[in-house]
C-alpha cells in the first residue's frame, strides 16, 4: 500500500553490554502523507442529462435514506481471496453504511436506467422528447469509468441517421434497469495505468447525471489491485479512503460545481445550449458562478517583514459558509478555502490542508481523518441531498481559532502566538532532527513529531515563513517549510509509526492498545488504550535498577491513562494515580515496577479539554511544594552504577507516500 523510500537506521552504544538490545530497537520513523488527485472526468466520460422516469410510488414527506446499490465488477471476484474479502465484506459495505445514514436525496426517481453512450460522442435533442439521440449510432458498449455497464442497467439505444433524420429508438428494448437506488456503483479492481502512476491505491468520480437536477446516478470506484493492503492498522485509513472517493462519486468534485442547485432546485450557474453550464477549456471544467466559488485575496504574511497578496478559491454555498463561521469562530469568513495546490486533482477538489488539516475531505491522508459538519453541508448545498449531522465527526483542528488563523498565514499565527507566550499549536517551529523531539498531536491524542524539514530547492517566495530557526543559518532559511506541501508548506506536529527493518511495529495513537511498547522498551512508562492523552514531558524519563540506568534519547511526550472525577483530571502511570490541579502543573513521577524504578516529569493539560467537571478554582489545593523522597532502586545495596545510554542515533523519519486517486 505504501512505497516508502527507507532511510537507514544506525545506532551505536556508550556501554558494550547492550549491543543486543540496540540492534532489535532498531526502529525508523514514517511519517504518513498520502495525496488525493480526484480530477473530474472529461465532459466525453459523463452522459449529462439522463432522463429517469418519476417514481411509481412517491411518498412526498417520507424522508429516506440515499440508496447506493454496489455493482462488482467482474475485476473484484480475481482478486486475491483476502483482499476480495475485505473490499467486499468490510470496506464497501461499511462505507456504503455510513454514506446512507449521512445523506438523503431530496428527490427520488424511477428505476436507475443509464443512457448508452454515442459512438462519436455527439447527439442531438428533440423538442418535446427528453431522451438523447446519438449521431450516427450509439457506441458498442456503455462505460463508468474503466467498467462496462451491464446491457440491463440501459436503456433503450436512440439515435439518428448521418444527415440527422430520421430519428428513432433502435436496438433491444429498455433494460430492466435497478429499482430501489438513487446512485449505481461500479467497484473494480484493475491495474489500470493510473494505478501505475505514483503509487495510486483507488480513484472514483460520477459517470452519469440525471436530468432534472443533474443528480449523479451513477458512479465508479476502482482499486488498485497491488496497493490493497489487508494489513489491520492501515483499515481504518483505506475506509475512509473508500469513503471520501465515494463523497467525490456523489457530489464533491470541481467538475459539479457549476451542477450544483439551491434549496428550490434551480441552478446556481446559469444554463446554456442543452441546459448545460459554460464550459472553461482552460480548466478543463464546466465553469460555475459566483454563487459557488469566488476567488479573494489575502494579505499574507511572509519571512522578512514581508506582505504579499495570495490568491483563494472560496466555496461560497449558504451552510458551507455557516458551519465554516461557526467552526473557525470567524463571524466574518466568506467561504470555505479549497486546496490550492497539488495540481489538478487535487486543487480545488480538496478543503484547504492548511485550515482543515485532518477533515477527510483535505487532499492526503495525514492522520486521524474526521468528515466534519463543513463536508456534510457541501454535500447538503449541492441541492441532491439532505444530511444528518449527527453523522458528523468531531473535528478539532482550527476549532474556534479565529479570523486570523483562517484568513491570514501560518507565519502571522505563529508570529502572533509567539509574542502572547502561548503554544504554537496547531503549527509547530521544531526541525525534525536526532534524537527526535516528540510533541502531540493538535488535539493531544498521539504522540507526533513536528513536520518542519529542510527542502533541497528554495520554497515559492509566499511559503518562506522563517525569520528564524535555531541552529539554521539564514541563508538557508527558504529551504525550510512543513513535510506536507498541499498545507501551504505550514509545519505541525504529525502522527507517525515506528518501523524495524523496514517492517511495522507500532503506531503512535495513544488510544490504540496495540501501540503499547514491550514492557523492556517502554522508557516512558507509557500506557496506551482508550482513555490514553497525549502528555508533554519535562525531561527524558529515566529507566533505573539497582545497577543500571537507561533512559531514551528521543522524548518530549508520551501516552498516559488519564480519568475524570470531581478531583479533577487524574493520570495514571503503572497504577500509581497522580492529580493534575492547574494547566501545566508538573507531575513527578516516580514508580517502582518489579525491579526497575520510573522517573520523570509530565505536563498536566487543561482539565477542561478534556473532563466535563472540573473543579472550580477556590475548590483547589494548594500546590504542594514539598517533593516526596524519590524511590531509592537499590533499596539496601550499593552496587556499582553503570550508566547507559540507549542511543538510537539517526532514527530517520521517512515519509509514506500514496496516491489515493488520479485521472488519466
Ligand atoms: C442519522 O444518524 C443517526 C446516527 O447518528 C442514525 O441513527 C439515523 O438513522 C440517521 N438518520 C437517517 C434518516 O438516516
Ligand atoms: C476559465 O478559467 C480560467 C482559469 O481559472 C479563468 O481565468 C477564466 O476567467 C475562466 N473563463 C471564464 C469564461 O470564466
Ligand atoms: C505582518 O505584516 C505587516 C506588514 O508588513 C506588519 O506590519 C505586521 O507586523 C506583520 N505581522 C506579523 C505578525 O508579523
Ligand atoms: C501535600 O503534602 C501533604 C503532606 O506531605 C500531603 O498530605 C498532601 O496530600 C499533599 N497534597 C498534594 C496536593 O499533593
Aim: contains cysteine.
Amino acid at each position: 500500500m505504501t512505497a516508502r523510500r527507507r532511510a537507514r537506521g544506525c545506532c551505536w552504544k556508550r556501554f558494550g553490554a547492550l549491543s543486543r538490545i540496540c540492534a532489535l530497537a532498531l526502529l525508523v520513523l514514517s511519517v504518513h502523507g498520502h495525496t488525493c488527485k480526484h480530477r473530474a472526468p472529461a465532459p466525453s466520460e459523463v452522459v449529462y442529462k439522463v432522463y429517469l422516469k418519476t417514481p411509481r410510488i412517491t411518498k412526498r414527506n417520507a424522508e429516506h435514506q440515499l440508496r447506493i446499490k454496489i455493482i462488482y465488477d467482474a475485476s473484484v471476484e480475481k482478486l486475491d481471496p483476502d483482499k476480495r474479502a475485505l473490499v467486499k465484506d468490510k470496506l464497501f459495505p461499511q462505507a456504503i453504511d455510513y454514506l446512507q445514514k449521512a445523506f438523503q436525496v431530496r428527490r427520488q426517481t424511477g428505476p436507475l436506467l443509464l443512457s448508452r453512450q454515442c459512438s462519436t460522442n455527439q447527439y442531438f435533442r428533440k423538442k418535446d422528447d427528453p431522451h438523447r439521440y446519438c449521431q450516427g449510432s450509439c457506441a458498442e458498449v456503455t462505460r463508468c469509468g474503466p467498467v462496462i455497464v451491464p446491457e440491463h442497467h440501459l436503456q433503450q439505444c436512440t439515435a439518428c441517421s448521418e444527415t440527422g433524420k430520421p430519428c428513432d429508438p433502435v436496438g433491444p428494448p429498455d433494460g430492466e434497469g435497478v429499482d430501489g437506488a438513487d446512485f449505481l456503483l461500479y467497484v473494480s479492481g484493475v491495474t489500470t495505468e493510473r494505478c501505475g502512476q505514483e503509487n495510486v491505491v483507488a480513484y472514483a468520480a460520477y459517470c452519469q447525471l440525471e436530468s432534472e437536477l443533474d443528480r449523479p446516478i451513477a458512479g465508479y470506484a476502482n482499486l488498485c489491485p497491488s496497493m490493497i493492503s489487508t494489513q489491520p492498522q492501515e483499515f481504518v485509513g483505506m475506509l475512509s479512503t473508500v469513503k471520501h472517493e465515494i463523497i467525490h462519486a456523489l457530489g464533491f468534485s470541481a467538475g459539479l460545481f457549476a451542477f450544483y442547485h439551491d434549496d428550490n432546485g434551480k441552478p446556481l450557474t446559469q444554463r446554456y445550449a442543452g441546459g448545460l453550464p459554460p464550459f472553461n477549456e482552460s480548466l478543463g471544467l464546466y465553469q460555475w458562478s459566483d454563487k459557488v466559488v469566488r476567488k479573494a485575496k489575502r494579505l499574507w504574511n511572509i519571512s522578512g517583514n514581508t506582505m504579499v497578496s495570495h490568491e483563494v478559491h472560496l466555496l461560497v454555498t449558504p451552510r458551507v459558509v455557516e458551519e465554516a463561521r461557526k467552526h473557525f469562530d470567524c463571524p466574518i469568513l466568506e467561504g470555505m478555502e479549497l486546496e490550492n495546490q497539488g495540481g489538478l486533482g487535487t486543487e480545488l477538489n480538496h478543503w484547504e490542508k492548511r485550515l482543515l488539516e485532518n477533515e477527510a475531505m483535505t487532499g492526503s491522508h495525514t492522520q486521524n481523518r474526521m468528515f466534519s459538519r463543513i463536508t456534510l453541508a457541501i454535500m447538503e448545498d449541492t441541492g441532491w441531498y439532505h444530511a444528518n449531522y449527527s453523522m458528523a465527526e468531531r473535528l478539532d483542528w482550527g476549532r474556534g481559532m479565529g479570523c486570523d488563523f483562517v484568513m491570514k498565514s501560518c507565519k502571522f499565527w505563529i508570529d502572533q502566538q509567539r509574542q502572547k507566550k502561548l503554544p504554537l499549536s496547531p503549527y509547530c517551529d521544531m526541525v525534525r532532527s536526532t534524537p527526535l523531539k516528540l510533541t502531540c498531536r493538535h488535539d493531544q491524542r498521539a504522540v507526533a513529531v513536528c513536520n518542519l524539514q529542510k527542502y533541497s530547492r528554495r520554497l515559492p517566495q509566499e511559503y518562506q515563513y522563517f525569520d528564524y530557526i535555531p541552529g539554521i543559518p539564514t541563508e538557508d532559511l527558504p529551504f525550510y517549510g512543513g513535510a506536507v506541501e498541499i498545507a501551504d508548506y505550514c509545519p505541525f506536529s504529525q502522527e507517525f509509526s515506528w518501523h524495524l527493518s523496514g517492517e511495522y511495529q507500532r503506531g503512535s495513537d495513544c488510544r490504540v492498545l496495540e501501540n503499547q511498547p514491550d514492557s523492556w522498551r517502554n522508557y516512558g512508562a507509557e500506557e496506551y488504550g482508550p482513555n490514553s492523552l497525549c502528555l508533554y514531558q519535562k525531561s527524558a524519563f529515566v529507566m533505573e535498577q539497582c545497577t543500571r540506568r537507561m533512559s531514551y534519547p528521543d522524548w518530549g511526550s508520551g501516552c498516559y491513562k488519564t480519568t475524570c472525577s470531581a478531583l479533577g483530571l487524574t493520570v495514571w502511570v503503572q497504577g500509581m494515580p497522580f492529580h493534575c490541579f492547574y494547566t501545566g502543573q508538573l507531575l513527578k513521577i516516580n514508580v517502582r515496577v518489579n525491579t526497575w524504578v520510573y522517573s520523570g516529569d509530565l505536563v498536566c493539560p487543561a482539565c477542561s479539554r478534556f473532563c466535563s467537571s472540573c473543579p472550580l478554582p477556590h475548590e483547589l489545593p494548594p500546590l504542594n511544594a514539598s517533593q516526596s523522597i524519590p524511590i531509592d532502586p537499590c533499596s539496601s545495596s550499593s552496587g556499582l552504577v553503570v550508566t547507559l545510554w540507549l542511543l538510537l542515533a539517526n532514527l530517520a523519519p521517512l515519509f509514506a507516500g500514496f496516491i489515493l486517486c488520479v485521472w488519466n
